[in-house]
């Protein structure tokens, strides 16, 4: 059993998906808040739009 701990703990196989995960998932955060604010930004754009051409 304690050969099987050590083995365990010096098991670095896999470590490199881990790491790609965790960037891939912080990209993922910055893509989705950014668009978020792009998206509020281009729903007030269209509304004035849309409340001036109702005035012309």
């Known amino acids: 059993m ?5 083995r ?3 098991d670095t196989r ?3 998906a881990i ?4 960037i891939a998932g912080v990209l ?3 893509i989705m808040t950014s668009v978020s604010g792009v998206a ?3 729903t007030t754009t269209f509304q004035s739009i849309a409340t001036a051409l109702k005035l012309s």
């Open 2 to 6: 304690k050969n099987f701990i050590k």
């Open 40 to 42: 509020s930004q281009l």
């Open 8 to 10: 365990y703990l010096h």
């Open 19 to 22: 790491e790609y995960g965790l």
């Open 28 to 30: 993922a955060l910055g």
């Open 14 to 16: 896999g470590i490199t």
